[in-house]
């Protein structure tokens, strides 16, 4: 078992362990410093994710930003590909019907739901999910490297967009194991505080 599996068990168990009052709180004081950044006020468009287990709870992005006026789109991982990939389908009008069981069993948006090009990314604010992140913007994941390719393939093609890793303050840590060509979130929320890491 190797080191990151390790750490990636004493996360999950330490984010498990939150009481749920505890972690309703917490999480609407993150969804008010959410709501509140400029990154969520101009973003045309939010890029979400289907929160499971013990998540920070993602089910009010898409009623705020439908109240917005914002689209809203939701991840699809992509089979067939030698390396996991992910793209993100538009959620023209936010029903459970719209939803699939995906590859992992998470609910996905069905093909009915139209598939963003790399220019529909412009601008928006991409919600990055993670066990854990840093003061630094590093996070832990779930071990797919979904994200790190799709953040990197945005990288790559020069699109302006801004990701945000919502986490509870007792899974803040204090620094992460990271790679050189890991891509750090431009802002980490919790409870407490809101570290704005760098942006585009």
Known sequence: ????????RRLLEQRNAIPPAEKASAEAIILDKLFALDAWKQAPL????VSEGSEFSTEA??????????????????????EGRM?????????PEALIPGRFGIPEPSEDCPA????DYSHALVIVPGLSF?????RIGYGGGYY???LSALAEAHVPYTSVGPVFGACLSNELPHEAHDIPV???????????????
Do not use: N
């Not at 078992?1 to 990636?8: A, S």
């Not at 939010?46 to 994710?49: L, V």
């Not at 789109?73 to 992509?78: G, I, M, W």
């Not at 963003?116 to 220019?119: E, Q, V």
């Open 1 to 8: 078992m190797t080191d990151k599996t390790l750490l990636r």
């Open 46 to 49: 939010i890029c979400g994710y």
């Open 61 to 82: 992005l898409w009623a705020r930003a439908s109240v917005e006026g914002k689209e809203y789109a939701l991840p699809v991982t992509v089979t067939g590909a030698r």
């Open 87 to 95: 793209i993100f389908r538009r959620l023209p009008g936010f029903t």
């Open 116 to 119: 963003l090009s790399l220019r």
């Open 134 to 138: 840093d003061p630094k913007g590093y």
């Open 148 to 150: 790190d390719r799709f």
């Open 186 to 200: 431009d802002y980490v929320l919790d409870e407490r505080r809101i570290i704005q890491v760098h942006g585009h």
